[in-house]
């Protein structure tokens, strides 16, 4: 069974920092792009981030840029993504996914497979 499994979210103040992590399981994820999205109340899911498996290409939101880092651990088949600097209007769920197509320039959830079942972030001001 496929399963992408995030943690680290929860409650944090405007200026505070909070890591994510995906558990990836089910297949073999190290060739795959991973991506956080996220999605607020009466918002469409956006994309936040993305990493190619060879960690050579990254993608930012123009609205993380500076802020939030992407990375991963492909032997723990894992991908974080590190929040600095938080703002309220970084509260949503926060999801990752999987693309086992090739790198984009300017990813979009249509191409990502598989999901997580989002972990939620509330940024407090």
């Known amino acids: 069974q496929v399963q992408l499994v995030e943690s680290g979210g929860g409650l944090v103040q405007a200026g505070g920092s909070l890591r994510l992590s995906c558990a990836a399981s089910g297949r073999t994820f190290s060739r795959d792009v991973m991506g956080w999205f996220r999605q607020a109340p009466g918002k469409e899911r956006e994309v936040v981030a993305a990493i190619s498996w060879t960690l050579s290409s990254t993608y930012y939101a123009d609205f993380v840029k500076g802020r939030f880092t992407i990375s991963r651990d492909n032997a723990k088949s894992t991908v974080y993504l590190q929040r600095n600097n938080l703002k309220p209007e970084d509260t949503a769920v926060y999801y990752c996914?999987?693309?086992?197509?090739?790198?984009?320039?300017?990813?979009?959830?249509?191409?990502?497979?598989?999901w997580g079942q989002g972990t939620q972030v509330t940024v407090s001001s």
């Open positions: 996914a999987a693309d086992p197509g090739f790198w984009k320039r300017r990813p979009s959830a249509e191409t990502y497979d598989y």
